[in-house]
């Protein structure tokens, strides 16, 4: 339960219209599902491209971006820093053992440090650079680096159900960096890793949170239905 029940709810920021369509793929998506993991009601203040070049959100984020994070005199961004901050601060995403905290903490840096670079540089080869002359050489060495990360955490990960003890703010991290190769055939090469995948969209948070960001890009009543997880399998409901 949030230590938070007594003051007044976070305000994060996100896309007016995101531009991956209400797949979660946007950063706010983490801030959300980590929000709806412990169980903390939360505000969102939605923005157009313009609006978050402009002098009041640069006031919140130095660099123009979404996700941020106000509560109170708080502000914050970066969504690993504001996941790490509301595991911090509530029950359930971060162990109470000093030792099993702390590497869960890890398993947040690789996520982001470690697995995210090279799936960055996929999305980034295919929308910015996909007509300069070099992309068909570029994308496939592109996706060999991401399948070696890829093999190195199907090791690690094993026949486990999450990547150390119980469900942490890592395997959140990981689950969502992992979201991002939806639609690119090459998590599909290590079924424990869609099976983790689809372990992390199954959790009732995540769904919400799903349904939450999907809303604001169809501006229908917030409602969870089947949807479809990164390896094309119906999520069911729990
Ligand atoms: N390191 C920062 C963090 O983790 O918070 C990165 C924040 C960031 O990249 N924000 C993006 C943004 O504001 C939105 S999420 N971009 C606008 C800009 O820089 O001007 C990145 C994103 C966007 C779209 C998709 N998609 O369509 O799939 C996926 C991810």
Excluded at 5 to 13: F, G
Excluded at 102 to 126: D, G, K, N, Y
Aim: glycine letters at 6%; hydrophobic letters at 40%; charged letters at 25%.
């Amino acid at each position: 339960m949030s230590d938070w029940s007594y003051r007044m709810n976070p305000t994060i920021t996100a896309f007016e219209k995101s531009p991956d369509r209400g797949q979660g793929l946007a950063r706010d998506m983490p801030v959300r599902w980590a929000l709806e993991e412990v169980g903390q009601p939360y505000d969102v203040r939605l923005l157009s491209f313009s609006a978050m070049k402009e002098a009041p959100h640069r006031s919140l984020h130095p660099f123009g971006q979404i996700p941020t994070y106000e509560e109170g005199d708080l502000v914050l961004f970066e969504s690993g820093a504001i996941v790490f901050h509301i595991a911090e601060r509530n029950v359930g995403l971060l162990p109470h053992d000093a030792n099993a905290r702390a590497r869960a903490i890890t398993w947040m840096f690789a996520a982001l440090s470690t697995m995210e670079p090279p799936i960055v540089q996929r999305e980034t080869a295919r929308y910015l650079e996909h007509e300069e002359a070099w992309y068909e050489q570029r994308l496939p060495i592109v996706e060999d680096r991401i399948r070696i990360r890829l093999g190195e955490l199907s090791n690690r990960l094993g026949d486990a159900e999450w990547l150390d003890d119980g469900f942490s703010a890592g395997d959140l991290l990981m689950v969502q960096v992992l979201r991002r190769l939806n639609g690119a055939n090459l998590i599909e090469e290590y079924p424990n890793l869609c099976a983790y995948v689809a372990r992390g969209e199954a959790r009732p948070a995540f769904k919400r949170a799903f349904d939450a960001q999907l809303a604001v890009f169809t501006r229908k009543p917030e409602s969870s239905g089947t949807h479809y997880g990164k390896c094309g399998e119906a999520v069911p409901e729990q």
